[in-house]
């Protein structure tokens, strides 16, 4: 079988959904299947990922990813593609996967923590206006109301319930399926191994409290409010370190850990560290985001053995309630109820690294990709 991806930039480096996509190709290439992605531009490092460059002549943005959502789309079928693989902003897809939820839930979030008066004023007129943000509404609506033989993978209950409440009976086939993690990788031998060399190669105390954030937008992971429910802790008030890693303004934010008394004891470790280290290294994971369909880095945490504290607004907090490795805070404004969190998760830590670890054993990467292979055939078999 072979599966088009359709993606505008497709670069490993930037993050969770990359990341996921290469791994799934390398995953459905062991079994037999073919994984090509139509791209603006893209590299990839996993063999199994052919990227083919799709030409487009638009200029402005919102127009560019229109041409590319309508040519990717026919370049694949003129190369026989079985399956159309959607994942944002499309107009067609036979699997539709959208991992950062539909856009107009991400907006509403963005425009929650965008500043107030005349910079948000000027946002929203902008908001209103832009080809671009309106190409993405029109796709929001129009992969559900257009597609009808249409199959539906929500990365997690919070995105299946958000399609459901904008979209109704026009998503016909909505189904949820956490993304795939890898076990073997991401495991509580972890804190004995590279944690434990992190903390002597860094100078971090063996029985120090240590915290980990992880996220590539600081405003919208909710950066601000680890770094003061953190400091407002009692391991934040004593000796305990908070890691930071994602990309964003870091010298902006280094200015606020000094203001809550953290210099020297928050470290923006940004891609200098392998993640393993970080999971080793880290008592939890504090992750007070604003809007985060399914957190990966909530998965991987878990995966290692590392308890989680984190918000209602992120998909992947659904595995951390149930299965109890964790603690979900409803609001990322409620300071004190995160700094109560980081206290009574440094009390009960060995007991929740359990449940944690528990908590995502069915999302081993085996498991999720022969799911995803037979979601891609059934909807293969639909087309014809």
Request: charged share 25%; aromatic share 8%.
């Amino acid at each position: 079988m072979r599966i088009g991806l359709i993606f505008d930039h497709f670069d490993e480096r930037k993050g969770g959904a990359e990341i996921y996509l290469s791994r799934l190709a390398g995953e459905l290439s062991a079994r037999g299947h073919e994984y090509r992605v139509y791209c603006l531009d893209g590299t990839s490092s996993n063999p199994s990922v052919a990227v083919i460059p799709v030409r487009t002549s638009a200029h402005l943005r919102g127009a560019l990813d229109r041409e590319l959502a309508l040519r990717g789309v026919a370049q694949a079928r003129e190369d026989c593609c079985d399956v159309i693989h959607g994942v944002r902003h499309l107009l067609e897809a036979d699997v539709y996967q959208p991992h950062g939820g539909t856009y107009a839930a991400s907006r509403e979030a963005r425009q929650r923590i965008a500043r107030e008066g005349v910079a948000q004023g000027l946002k929203s007129w902008w908001s209103s206006i832009s080809s671009r943000n309106r190409f993405f509404e029109e796709a929001d609506r129009a992969i559900f109301e257009c597609n009808p033989r249409l199959i539906t993978v929500a990365v997690s209950k919070l995105v299946h319930d958000d399609i459901r409440a904008r979209f109704g009976a026009a998503c016909a086939d909505l189904r949820v399926l956490h993304p795939g993690i890898d076990t073997s990788r991401f495991h509580p031998g972890l804190r004995q191994g590279a944690g434990l060399l992190f903390r002597k190669r860094t100078g971090i105390k063996e029985n120090a409290p240590v915290g980990l954030f992880v996220g590539h937008d600081f405003a919208l992971k909710g950066l601000q409010q680890a770094l003061e429910s953190f400091a407002k802790s009692a391991p934040g008030r004593k000796e305990g370190h908070l890691l930071i890693a994602g990309r964003g303004d870091v010298e902006a934010f280094r200015r606020v850990a000094e203001q809550y008394n953290l210099k020297g004891r928050s470290w923006f470790v940004q891609d200098r560290c392998e993640m393993a280290e970080l999971y080793g290294a880290a008592d939890f994971l504090l992750q007070p985001t604003r809007y985060d369909p399914c957190s990966l880095s909530t998965l991987e945490a878990l995966s290692s053995g590392v308890p989680v504290i984190t918000t209602a607004a992120n998909g992947a907090g659904e595995l951390v309630s149930q299965g109890g490795g964790g603690i979900v805070v409803h609001d990322a404004d409620d300071v004190a109820a995160l700094a109560g969190a980081v206290e009574r998760v440094m009390e009960e830590r060995d007991g929740l690294s359990e449940k944690a670890r528990a908590s995502v054993g069915s999302l081993d990467w085996s498991l999720h990709a022969s799911s995803m292979a037979r979601i891609f055939e059934e909807a293969r078999s639909r087309r014809s």
